[in-house]
């Protein structure tokens, strides 16, 4: 297959960095050892996976004793809410999450789950701009959930959420906070010591590490219950022989994104503007979505009106133009994106909204292809709804 012209998909995937996979390497080739294992081999590979946790903590700010590795985001999302919720019933109180209605379906569908297994699940509402209504926030936090969950940046929109102030308030209130930072590492500053005692996610594959690594930085061992059991590794919260050579993968690709975070931001901002004034100077009925609120840098979501969003994509494509409908994991659905809905988007205009990411391989001659492609892309899908009787 050969590789798009122009890739604005970076928040669904990124491809994996040179840096990252020469340190991957080692732990895929002659260093293979189980780091369970007491023999050299099992200990030299006890000694790679402990030097990644280091890595890992010291470039986020956090302990290495907190850092625990999974699958990746969605893992790392569902031991948050699930552990959350099940760890509040071992110790007698209720299975209650509450969670924003912009989040990721990772999200969304653990804290679905423990409703199903007697819980409750707060969904709590977001503005037209995507940012999460802090007085419904306060009034469940007086309720003592198990658990507070709200994402850093969205992964449709870009929104920024003011989590160090979400933090606060569920601290002050005693209860656990969470944070899916998958779309924060890198493009946003990040530092844990500005959010003591949160579970926050993190995954590989959005940077520049391959996909199958995540981690979930958890606080304390009875934070969460662990989903998975069989084992000791991770202090019994993720048991399982670790995933080695991923885990040296993100340590390292976290270590780089923090340290390129402030240069990389302020390109990645000035495409993402060149971008957004492009397509609004050559389709003036378009709607860049979440524009009222703090944005992270990479990303936007634009919607058209009269245009179905997968009919555009699939044009797009075939110009050399890689985008996506909003978070891949729910590609191919014929319903508006839950987060654009939960904005209170209209349905004919959310139908038409797809998503442009950036990422580090970006260029400005990547927007200019996507400026370039999208108006005759977008006559074509309108003319062919309107013979279908559907725009």
């Not at 760890?87 to 924003?100: D, N, S, T």
Request: charged share 20%; with cysteine; aromatic share 2%.
């Amino acid at each position: 297959m050969s590789t798009p012209l122009a890739y604005l998909d970076h928040a669904a995937s990124t491809p994996v960095r040179p840096e990252v996979r020469e340190a991957m390497r080692p732990w895929l080739d002659e260093r293979f050892g189980n780091p369970s294992s007491a023999h050299a081999a099992g200990r030299a590979a006890r000694v790679g996976l402990d030097a990644a946790r280091r890595e890992l903590a010291e470039a986020l700010g956090t302990e290495p004793a907190h850092v625990v590795f999974t699958s990746g985001g969605t893992e790392a999302d569902n031991l948050a809410v699930t552990g959350a919720a099940l760890a509040a019933r071992e110790h007698g109180r209720r299975m209650h999450v509450a969670v924003a209605a912009s989040e990721h379906k990772a999200v969304l569908a653990p804290a679905h789950f423990v409703a199903a297994l007697g819980g409750e699940e707060t969904v709590l509402p977001v503005d037209g701009a995507g940012l999460v209504d802090l007085a419904a926030v306060d009034a469940v936090l007086a309720r003592g959930p198990a658990l507070l969950s709200v994402m850093w940046v969205n992964n449709e929109v870009g929104t920024i959420q003011p989590v160090a102030e979400l933090a606060a308030r569920a601290r002050a209130a005693g209860v656990p906070f969470h944070t899916d930072a998958v779309q924060a590492v890198g493009k946003l500053p990040v530092s844990l010591r500005e959010l003591p005692g949160a579970l926050v996610t993190l995954s590989g594959h959005k940077l520049g590490a391959p996909k199958g690594i995540g981690a979930l930085v958890v606080p304390g061992r009875h934070a969460v219950a662990p989903l998975v059991r069989g084992g000791s590794q991770q202090l019994g919260i993720r048991p399982g022989t670790e995933n080695v050579a991923g885990a040296v993968a993100l340590g390292c690709a976290v270590r780089l994104a923090q340290a390129e975070q402030r240069a990389l931001a302020a390109r990645l901002e000035a495409l993402r503007r060149e971008l957004e004034a492009g397509i609004l100077a050559a389709v003036p009925d378009a709607v860049v979505l979440g524009a009222g609120a703090p944005r992270a840098p990479h990303v936007t979501m634009i919607a058209f009106p009269g245009a179905e969003a997968g009919a555009l994509l699939a044009q797009l494509d075939l110009e050399g133009v890689a985008a996506s409908a909003g978070s891949a994991c729910t590609t191919g659905s014929p319903e508006p994106s839950h987060v654009v809905s939960a904005m209170g988007v209209p349905p004919e205009l959310a139908l038409g909204a797809i998503r442009l990411s950036l990422g580090r391989e970006s260029t400005a001659d990547d927007v200019a292809r996507v400026v370039a492609a999208l108006p005759g892309a977008l006559v074509r899908v309108r003319r062919l709804q309107e013979a279908l009787g559907r725009g």
